[in-house]
Every structure is written in C-alpha cells, then in structure tokens.
C-alpha cells in the first residue's frame, strides 16, 4: 500500500509514468487477444481469450481504479459482485446441462412418434402371435411400473395407488371386462389412477389389448361387431380404428417446440 | 456551491461529514457499490450469451463472422486510450492542474466519440444487411441457420446497453470539464472526477470483455 | 448510552415551512415520512385490489367481474403491493428515519440520492399506476412469458415501472450501507450496532446484488414485446424457463429484502418489551446474514414444475431447506428474549407476539413447499398463496406495524390511545388468520391459484377467507383513525417513552433537524437492560 499518510487531502496520485506503463501493457495484451484468437488452440480457445481478457481487467481495476493503492475494502465490495454473478452462472447451468435431450441439436423424432410410422397391422383388433409379441415389448416399456413385471399389479409404484393397478393375472374384477375392446377402451380413455393412452398409436392399444388378455386365464370371448364399433373400428375397414388421439405426450412437444 | 477561488478546490464538506476526508471516501465506496449493481445488471446479458454459445456453438460461429473483428479491435483500443486519458485526467485533477484536466478530458471524451464513430458504422452496417435481433433478422445468407436472430439480439442489447453507458459518460465528461475549467477541483477536492473515472474505467472493463466474446469467438 | 441536551421547539417538523421545503428537503427524516404516506398509499390501492379479489371470491361462478377483469385485479394486486409497498416498506418508510439516529449520524452518507430514491420511486409507481387507464396488465405479477409476451395489455408500462421503482431500492440499499460503514459514531463497533441496523444492512446488500438482475430481466422482456429479440420466446427460438431463472434470481432474495427489516424490528421491540437484552445478538446478526447469502442460492424452488431439470430440482430444494437453520435460530433467539422477560402489551408487543406465530406458520409451511414431492402437488394452489401471506402479511407487515406503533411517538412526538391500539392489533391478527389460514385447506384439497372461479366444495373456506379479509380492513380502519387522531391532538409523548437504549431514542421526540444536539459517543451495546436500566419504566419513564 503506497499510503504515506492519512492526512486530509493527501492521496494516491497515480504517476504519469505509470500510468503510460499501464496503457502500454493494455495495448500490447489487446494484441495478445487477438493475436491468439486467430490460432486454435480447441477447448482451450476459450479460457485463455477470458484469461487474457481477465489480466486486463485486473489491470483497470488494480491501477486505473487504484484498488492496489487503497485498503481492501472496495475491493472487497467489487469482488462480491463478481461471486453472485458466478452463482447465477453456475446454477442456471446447473439447471440447462441437466435437461437431458431438450437441448440436443437439430431434430428429434421421438420414439413414440417413429412407431407411428407405417403401420405393421393392417386389422390390429384380430389376435395374432406376432400382434401379441409386439404387445409384449410395449408392456414392458408402458405398464410394469404399476402393473408389475408378470402383470399382477404389483409395480412399483403400485404401493401410492388407491385403488391398486388391475391384476391381470385373475379373471374377476375387471372393471371395464376382458374382452380385446373393453381392455381397448380403457386403455385409451383411462380408468381412476390408471392414466389415458389414447396419444399411442392404436394398433399399439390393441397390441397391448391382445398380450394383457394372455397374462390371465384364458378367456373365450371374442369382440362382437357391436363392441368394435364402441370404440370406433369398422371391421371391415383397415386401419386400427379408434385413431390416436390428436395429441402427443408432453416431452415431444416440449422437444418439438424448443427446436422449432 | 461552486467556487472560484484562486485556490483550486476549495470547498465546503458536506455538513453531516466530519471532514472532507471522509466525504470522499464516502462517495468513492458509493460509486464502487454502484458498480457492482452495473455488474449484476450486465450479468444477466452475459449469460444469455453463453447460454447461446454453450449449446448452439455453430449458429454463434456462423453468425459472429458477421462481425468484423478490426473494427471491434479498433473500438477495443480507442477505448483503452481513453481510460488512459481519463487515467491522466484524474492525476491532473488531484494536483490542480485545472488545464490539464480539461486537456485529456477532452482527449478522453474525442475517443469516446470515435469509439461511438465506429459503433454506428457497425450498426448502419448491420441494419442495412438485415443482421438484426429476433423476429426482425432478414440477412439472406444466414436465414436457414437455426435461432440465428438471438445472436443478433444478444450482440445489440450488450453493445447497445454499452454503447449508451459511453454516452452518458460522455455527457459527464463535457459537465466535468466545465467544472474543471471554473478551477473547481484541486488537491483538496477532486471527487467528481475520480467518481467519473470510475465509471469510465468500468465502461471500458465491459468493453473488455465483450470484444473478444462476440468479435473473436472461432 | 449517550447524552443529548432537550432542544426547546425546533424539530424537523417546524424546522421550515411550506411544501416546497418537504418536495426538496435533504432531511432523511422527511424523506422517511415521505415515503411513509406514499406507501400507504399504494398499500390502499393494492388493498382496494386484494378486497375486489376475495369479494369476487366470496361464492362460486361470476359475481361481478370477468374472469379477464379478474386476471387484472390480482395482478395490480401482486403488482402494486410486491413492488409499490412491501419492498420499500420498512427500509424507505422506517429506515430512512431510524437508521442514521441509531449509528449517531446527522444525515444518510447520500441525501440528495435519498430524495433522488424517493422521487424515482413515485416515478415508477405512477408510470405503472398509470396502466389502470390504459389496457390493464394481467400477467401476474410475476410477467412469466410466452403469456407476459403476447397479452394484448399495457404490460410494458407495468413493466417499466417496475424497472424504474428498482433504481430507487438500489439507491436506498446503496445510501445505508455507505451510511453504515462510514458515518457510525464513535465507540459504535459492529458488535454494538443495533439489530435493526444489521437487518438493514443486509437487506441493502441484497438490494444491491439482486435487483439490478431485475431491471436486466423487466428490460429484455420490455424489448421482447416491443421489438420480438427472441430471447425469452419459444416462436423464436428462445427459451421460456431462461426468463424464470432471471426472474426468480432477484424476486426470491427480493422475499428476503421483505422479511429482514421486519425481523430487525422484532429484534428491535422485544428488548425494550422484556425488559432484557437480546438472547443471541450475535446469532441473530450472523443468521440475518446467513439468510441473505442462502436467499441467494435457492430461486429453483419456484421452478420445480417449470421443466426445470431434476437435478436442479434436488439442488434447489435441498439448499431451500438451509434457511431454515439461521431463521429458526432467530426464532429461539427472541423467544430466548421473552424467556423470564418482563413481559409487556403494548401495541407494538401484540404485533410482535402476532409476527411469532404467523411468521412460524409461513416459515414451516415454506419447507412444505421446499420438497418436491408435496410441492408437484401445492404449487400454483391456494397453499402457495397461503404461504406467501402468512410471510409477508404475517412476516413483513406485522412487523412493519410494530416497527410503526414503536417509533410513531419518535417521529411525531404524540402518543396514541393504547387500548384503540390494542382493539386494532387484535382484528387485524385475528382477521389475518381467518382469511389466510382456510387458504392453507383449500391448497391442500386442490383448489388452483389465479382461478376467477371454483368448484363449489371450496365455497364455504372462501367464504370464510373473505369475511377474513373484511376484519383485515377493519382492522387497519382502525388503526389508521387511531394514529390520525393521535396525529392530530394526542398525547405528548416524551423522548423516551418506552425507556429504550437505542440512540434515537436519547434525543428529543420529534427529533431537532440536526437528530442530536450533541455528537453522540457510545460507550455500551443496545439492549444493556440491566439493573436500573431492566426497571425504567415503559411509557413515560424518562
């Protein structure tokens, strides 16, 4: 500290010759940036611009401003607004960096929406091995958090449910029944803390259908014409009838929008 | 208030300070807390610009070529001469050297001005190309690149908020120099111009920063 | 503590005559009152708004307004009262007052700045106020976008106000702490500073840190609306949640620039009350700044079903839970004061004793609202908005009327009618818990937040928590014709009349222009009430 006292009046003066010093050393670091801006030094292009931009800065502060030649307590005062800034910085980074996919570059097709490419049965409310295999994989990823692996609704997360995921294993007790189209129907509109699956593409609800009816005791009951046409299929059409709901889940359109 | 005495920097301290000693010291720590609040508010800028830079690094690549360099790096170095002069200002101030203060002043408030000079040939530049913020960018060669406009908007509000920050101080400096030139400030009273150096060094400390951020970026 | 001569007549009242020496005046005390009749001035309006919710509220369906009228009449609500009163409230209308008498200074380190503070203040609440004849804002007052973007209001009159009314908190933040760090008097050591002046202190370090991130965020959505930049708005490619994370940086440390000077009342008026030193004054120093550093680190906990990421979920919600450590060691701190106090009823103690057990309530309900798994469910609900009033009305205002009860006969030299003070006390902290406790049930059994409407299994709380609100009104009708009357023709009070040991108090009520007639020296802490001094009589004991 170059204090000689402390007498009224009598402070720092900054000396011409060092403050020529100190431009010279600005210029000549100025130079430095950009010098070094123009060779690539990969991820470390940019901690060393902020690094040289930082002595600068440190420069202005210490003698221009005269940090250096009074007691700490400015300096104190100034170095707090550079910590709250970093606590800014860091936690909403903190938030941005662990998104997940959100901020992935250029464009996402969700899973969800890929398998609403072609369609790989044309009438998906007749029963089949391979409709029943397909079932199986989408149980896996839809339902055995609550239903459980062998469907006996007793997932994991079973236990903060009231009522309890139907046990699939059991004939009674099926609320909406057991038939392909009844499990159809609940499948797509939902039932008390089951949520609805109307935004899968149907043939994937019937899929489902077919492979949760295999789960229990083995049931006769075919749909009618009657109970086709309550949710919406026309056997005599192709397609899967009872057409996915014109929505998609929550994350792809968040996925979707952000990339827009 | 005010004085014109043959004594440079006479003056009455301010009744609730003990002495003039502690009515400088006062405001000094005034304008070094004022500087942490110009901190914060551009803090908020800086990290939405890397926010951009982070997650979409080649829409900020493609769109900073836009940008030309040399006269950011002219800009850089006028600005750096002018906290010399300012610098200079002050020294002068603290000795009584009323023509002295007025001379690099003035020298301080010719860079700001060129500073400003080449603000608004980029500026002109840019709004004639259509390389403007948001919903308003139109420059055709960068239109297919993705969120190319937040960019621009980043580039305008840091070096807009900036560049008016160098007006005000500009305003300042020619009231300062008025002051200086009535013979206002001496070795006992030179405040006003250390508090206006404060502000201009931190004027050109953002300057600092953002020259390489939005000029130099690869 | 320190000696002052009684001054014949002059007081900074009679000091000079006619508007224009109050409009230009440098006397941080004029300036306080001010301040004082400005805020509860808006604190009216922003009433008048709160009342025109809860009546509309009252039964389900429409009574008298459009739900887009009812957007608009919580929004001035939130607006009015969050920026125009609650944050200026104790430091501008109290603080600028006590707080350079408690360190034995003439004036703050700034005064041109303090009336420069108070007219950039008026500026921005009329440049918002003014909106109420134009198109309206209703956003909330919390402006999040795509919404605060699109709405076809004159939101960013709004919200230039707002960003204009931030320039005069940082100025007054700015003004105190210089004023605490350079004009203290001698023998006044930090360990020796009234808690008042460290729960300023503090608060104006957070005024300086937090709201400049404020006027960047109002700013950006200014442009955002006006010119399309982009950043906050998804159509372009920006980011909605960016714009919470801006928000919430300043307004969750802004709860705290609320709730601090109101502590450092509390922390003020039970001392003199018990008739004891503070328990914990170092405590209570350290845990006011310890709240102001975590109030800085937990902003998250607004954002937990933003689409915040999970990660930052835990983060925040865990950090959120740390200011309950130094809040609840001032808690124990006064309650260690009362602890074998002599333990007083003045009006000031009665919302002292009211603040305890609300702001308990507020606090303990923020820890619901801290963890995530309750919070998925509460937020956006009435329990939110429960918990909110409970702090600031319960935290913030209640102490902000003791402070004002407490220092009325410093600042006017009268006294008011105790037992009109004692009927006021009482409906205000009974009508404050009627409205605002059925708000905690109703949250809990789901009723959404900033909803014109209800499903008719909430009518009878509402209804309930709208008789509420009538009491509240009541109440402050009251004590608005008490301290009036007082005003007006009551008693003289003396220097000293509840024998407190705080620097303002050994000067004259209403204090000389100067503050004191002699230079202050201190030579002891604050709250010394030991042997003669634990006896001095309260009310008039000088």
């Keep these: 500290m170059s204090h000689h006292d402390h007498h009224e009046g009598h402070h720092h003066v900054l000396s011409d010759s060092t403050a020529l010093k100190t431009i010279l050393a600005l210029l000549s670091l100025t130079v430095i940036t950009v010098a070094i801006a123009r060779v690539d030094l990969g991820v470390l292009n940019f901690p060393v611009a902020m690094f040289v931009a930082s002595v600068k800065a440190v420069i202005v502060c210490s003698i221009f401003m005269g940090l250096k030649y009074e007691n700490r307590e400015n300096t104190v005062i100034f170095s707090t607004s550079l910590l709250f800034m970093l606590i800014f910085f860091i936690l909403t980074f903190g938030d941005l960096l662990t998104r997940g996919d959100v901020y992935v570059k250029g464009q996402i097709i969700p899973a969800e929406l890929q398998a609403a490419g072609p369609s790989k049965f044309s009438k998906p409310w007749i029963e089949s091995p391979e409709i029943i295999a397909h079932g199986k994989g989408l149980f896996a990823a839809q339902c055995t958090s609550c239903h459980g692996d062998g469907g006996a609704g007793n997932g994991p997360a079973a236990a903060g449910l009231n009522p309890k995921p139907r046990n699939f294993t059991v004939g009674e007790g099926w609320k909406n029944g057991r038939k392909g189209s009844q499990i159809f129907g609940t499948l797509t509109k939902g039932l008390n803390t089951m949520p609805a699956f109307g935004s899968l593409p149907s043939e994937d609800r019937w899929a489902l259908a077919h492979y949760v009816r295999t789960l229990g005791p083995h049931s006769a009951e075919k749909d009618s014409d009657a109970d086709l046409a309550k949710v919406g299929v026309d056997p005599n059409q192709e397609g899967g009838g009872g057409s996915a709901e014109k929505s998609i889940p929550l994350e792809a359109a968040i996925e979707i929008l952000s990339e827009s | 208030m005010g004085s014109t005495t043959s004594v440079a920097g006479q003056r009455q301290h301010a009744h609730h300070f003990k002495n003039g000693r502690e009515e400088f010291e006062a405001c000094k720590q005034g304008m070094w807390i004022f500087l942490v609040t110009e901190v914060l508010f551009f803090s908020g800028l800086f990290l939405a610009y890397a926010i951009l830079r982070v997650f979409y690094p080649e829409m900020v690549a493609a769109a900073h070529h836009e940008l030309d360099w040399k006269m950011g790096g002219l800009n850089t170095v006028v600005l750096l001469i002018s906290s010399w002069t300012m610098a200079r200002a002050v020294s002068a101030a603290q000795r009584g050297q009323a023509q002295k203060v007025v001379s690099f002043l003035l020298a301080t408030f010719i860079c700001a001005g060129i500073f400003m000079c080449v603000k608004y040939m980029e500026y002109s530049h840019k709004i004639h190309e259509g390389l403007l913020p948001g919903s308003l960018f139109s420059f055709k060669d960068l239109l297919s690149v993705d969120k190319v406009g937040l960019f621009f908007s980043v580039y305008f509000v840091m070096t807009g908020i900036h560049g008016l920050h160098v007006l005000i101080g500009m305003g300042l400096i020619l009231w300062i120099m008025k002051r200086a030139s009535r013979n206002e400030f001496g070795p006992n009273y030179f405040t006003p111009v250390e508090m206006l150096g404060l502000y201009w060094h931190f004027v050109d400390l953002v300057w600092i920063y953002l020259f390489p951020l939005l000029y130099l970026v690869s | ?542």
Aim: proline letters at 5%; glycine letters at 10%; zero cysteines.
């Design chain 3, 1 to 542: 503590m320190a000696t002052s001569t009684v001054q014949h007549g002059d007081n900074y009242i009679n000091h000079s005559q006619g508007i224009m020496s109050w409009l230009k005046t440098l006397d941080h005390k004029r300036i306080g009152i001010m301040y004082l009749f400005s805020i509860l001035f808006f604190f009216l309006v922003g009433g008048i708004f709160a009342l025109l919710v809860r009546l509309e509220l009252l039964a389900p369906g429409m009574q008298f307004m459009s739900q887009d009228k009812y957007n608009q009449a919580f929004t001035y609500h939130g607006a009015i009262m969050v920026f125009m009163v609650i944050i200026p409230l104790i430091p501008a209308a109290i603080g600028n007052f006590v707080l350079p008498m408690m360190v034995g200074a003439k004036d703050v380190a700034f005064p041109r700045w303090n009336l420069a503070s108070y007219y950039v203040y008026m500026t921005g609440a009329l440049v918002a106020a003014s909106t109420l004849f134009m198109n309206g804002v209703d956003t909330g007052w919390t402006f999040y976008t795509p919404y605060s973007i699109r709405t076809n209001t004159s939101a960013a009159w709004v919200l230039m106000g707002a960003f204009i009314m931030g320039f005069s908190s940082i100025l007054t933040g700015l003004n105190f702490i210089v004023t605490v760090h350079k004009l203290r008097a001698p023998g006044l050591s930090w360990d020796r500073l009234p808690l008042f002046v460290w729960a300023l202190y503090a608060t104006s370090i957070i005024q300086i840190l937090a709201t400049p991130v404020l006027a960047i965020t109002l700013f950006l959505l200014i442009l955002e609306r006006t010119l399309g930049i982009g950043i906050f708005d998804p159509k372009l490619g920006g980011d909605p949640v960016l714009f919470q994370h801006f928000f919430w940086f300043y307004s969750h440390p802004a709860v705290y620039i609320m709730v601090l000077p109101a502590m450092g009342v509390i922390s003020e008026v039970i001392p003199v009350f018990s008739r004891k030193p503070i328990f914990g004054y170092k405590a209570i120093a350290a845990a006011t700044f310890g709240i102001a550093l975590v109030s800085f680190i937990v902003w998250g906990h607004h954002m937990f079903v933003s689409g915040q990421s999970a990660f930052a979920n835990y983060v925040f919600s865990l950090l959120t839970m740390f200011v309950a450590i130094p809040t609840g060691v001032k808690v124990f701190s006064w309650l260690g004061t009362l602890y074998k106090g002599s333990l007083r009823f003045d009006a000031p103690m009665l919302y002292v004793y009211g603040f305890l057990i609300v702001f308990t309530i507020g606090g303990l309900t923020g820890m619901f609202l801290a963890t995530v798994s309750l919070d998925v469910h509460l937020t956006d609900t009435y329990f939110v908005v429960a918990h909110f009033h409970y702090v600031m009305v319960g935290g913030t205002l209640l102490g902000f009327m003791a402070g004002l009860h407490y220092w009325f006969p410093k600042f006017t030299g009268k006294m008011y009618k105790e037992s009109t003070a004692t009927w006021a006390a009482l409906i205000i902290n009974i009508g404050f818990n009627v409205t605002f406790f059925p708000q905690f049930i109703l949250g809990a059994l789901g009723m959404p937040r900033r909803y014109a409407d209800y499903l008719p299994q909430f009518e009878t709380l509402n209804r309930l928590s709208t008789v509420g609100s009538w009491f509240i009104l009541l109440g402050f009708l009251v004590v608005a014709y008490n301290l009036w009357s007082a005003l007006k023709s009551g008693v003289k009070a003396g220097n000293n009349p509840w024998g407190a040991l705080t620097l303002e108090w050994q000067t004259p009520s209403p204090p000389p222009h100067e503050n004191f007639t002699n230079d202050p020296v201190v030579t002891e802490g604050p709250y010394e009430y030991v042997g003669e001094k634990a006896l001095m009589g309260v009310n008039g004991a000088v």
